[in-house]
């Protein structure tokens, strides 16, 4: 009996050594140690225990446990840090999925998913070299006869170079500060040049008819969904501009609208030659040689693509009366001009007419607006009709030159050196008086076809890009407190005038 009550003590005490007995080994283990090479005179104590050894060098729970609540105390001070930041996600997680959907609906091809910011693809596509031609090559393009073979290899052309053109503007927009890509105005456009891209990447290589027909139709699904891109980066970027430096947003700005300038001049270009052998066909069969007809042989040789012949004085003075009625829509009222200088029905040029439409309207814009806000200011003359703009026109060797004179006050010397900085414009002046928001202004006030009249800041620099492309040039000359003076100067483009750039 005796025996087996000793028995029966010894298992209870070999009971309530084991715990102990474990976790003294799982702490041996922790340090390095094989359980029991410290032997019985180990000084690691039981968890709670406060030896000196203890206090100079815890426990490894002891550390785990101060870890866990130094991770948990940083990720707390980082989301109330970061409740902006958050905000914004939001807001930018909801445009883009109210973005996707509406795209997705319209076009199918188009991606239906949050594209990556670490997507190979776009890294492979970015990283090769763009198969720039010369502006000559494009001009050649539209040397008679246009044939089928013709047409064959611009498309093949043009289905190379867009996605790796696309991608590196889709690198662009993904270089960009975090807060800046979250404004939806920006974040909706560069979602667009990513299904632009995707599209671009999927669509087989044209060879057949049916192949060119179907590369047409994605050429103006394209056009159609970049048409109103340049009013959203305006606005996105005016926004943003507390969280993007000067000098980083002019160059993100001129490399995207010089990228946007050279696709289209080839995408256009390609257009106006598939166009113009559908014409043909319609015309006459076969089409795809010169059949010495005089008549065919003038119409070919009339046809230049984009780059069309221009009587100046016309041109010019159509962008006026475009311009004055688009003055006395949004203001009420709008200055007289005049056209003078040469001959204006014997300056004829080589140029692309969307381009100097373009550059005119933004100059006759801020000339017209300057001389009504000028007459506005002054009690005396408020009465009377706005001085008139005055429009001259030159010609040179292989070049012409466009005065435009407003007598709308000058350009204060404060600002002069800014007024072709993008996102700055005078009509924030007006609009601070009123405590509002000049670029919300510009887009509530205009109508919808046309677009805002002022406000933007988009104008002056980006007509300065576009005179710059071909080798032309803008300049300012201003009178501070009288009136200023844009120099538009551009090259004609043709055979013996031809700039030698790369699009």
């Not at 976790?23 to 029991?36: A, F, N, Y």
């Not at 785990?64 to 840090?81: H, V």
């Not at 996707?100 to 990283?127: K, M, R, V």
Request: hydrophobic share 35%.
């Amino acid at each position: 009996m005796s025996a087996r009550l000793a028995g029966l003590r010894r298992q209870l005490l070999l009971q309530r050594l084991a715990p102990q007995t474990c976790q003294k080994q799982q702490r041996s283990v922790w340090q390095g140690q094989t359980p029991g090479s410290r032997g019985g005179s180990s000084s690691i104590a039981i968890l709670g225990s406060a030896t000196p050894w203890d206090k100079k060098n815890p426990a490894p729970e002891t550390k785990k446990r101060s870890n866990l609540l130094q991770q948990q105390q940083q990720k707390q001070q980082q989301i109330d840090d970061d409740g902006p930041r958050r905000k914004a996600l939001s807001i930018h997680r909801e445009a883009a999925a109210a973005t996707t959907t509406s795209t997705t609906q319209q076009n199918p091809t188009t991606i239906a998913a949050e594209p990556s910011f670490y997507s190979e693809e776009i890294d492979e596509y970015a990283s090769r070299t763009t198969q720039r031609i010369t502006l000559q090559r494009l001009l050649d393009m539209c040397e008679p006869p246009i044939t089928d073979q013709k047409l064959l290899n611009s498309a093949q052309y043009l289905s190379y170079e867009r996605p790796v053109r696309y991608a590196k503007r889709v690198k662009l927009f993904q270089r960009l500060p975090f807060i800046v890509n979250t404004n939806p105005f920006i974040h909706d456009v560069y979602l667009k040049y990513y299904a632009n891209f995707v599209e671009s990447r999927n669509r087989p290589v044209v060879k057949t008819q049916q192949d060119q027909q179907e590369f047409m139709r994605m050429l103006v699904r394209h056009s159609d969904s970049l048409k109103h891109v340049m009013p959203q980066i305006a606005r996105g970027f005016y926004e943003t501009r507390a969280y993007f430096g000067r000098g980083e947003r002019k160059r993100f700005l001129d490399q995207l609208i010089t990228m946007r300038i050279g696709l289209r001049l080839l995408t256009s270009q390609h257009v106006a030659l598939y166009n113009k052998r559908v014409a043909v066909i319609e015309k006459r069969e076969p089409a795809d040689t010169d059949t010495g007809d005089p008549t065919d042989r003038a119409d070919c040789d009339r046809f230049t693509g984009v780059v069309d012949s221009i009587v100046l004085g016309d041109f010019v003075r159509t962008c006026a009366q475009g311009v004055q009625a688009m003055c006395d829509i949004s203001f009420g009222d709008a200055p007289d001009f005049v056209v003078d200088g040469d001959d204006t029905a014997a300056v004829v040029f080589s140029y692309v007419p969307s381009h100097l439409e373009y550059m005119l309207t933004e100059l006759l814009k801020n000339a017209f607006r300057a001389s009504l806000h000028l007459r506005g200011s002054d009690d005396a003359a408020a009465e009377s009709s706005p001085t008139p703009v005055l429009l001259t026109v030159s010609r040179g060797n292989g070049r012409v030159a466009i005065r435009i004179r407003d007598s709308g006050g000058g350009i204060p010397r404060r600002i002069h050196a800014k007024v072709f900085d993008y996102s700055f414009t005078t009509a924030a002046a007006a609009a601070t008086a009123a405590d509002s928001d000049p670029t919300a202004q510009a887009f509530e006030s205009a109508p919808a076809a046309q677009g805002p009249f002022a406000g933007l800041g988009f104008g002056l620099p980006m007509t300065k890009i576009y005179a710059e492309y071909f080798g032309g040039s803008l300049h300012l000359v201003s009178l501070e407190g009288y009136g200023c003076d844009a120099f538009l100067e551009l090259p004609s483009i043709k055979a013996d005038h031809t700039p030698q750039i790369d699009i």
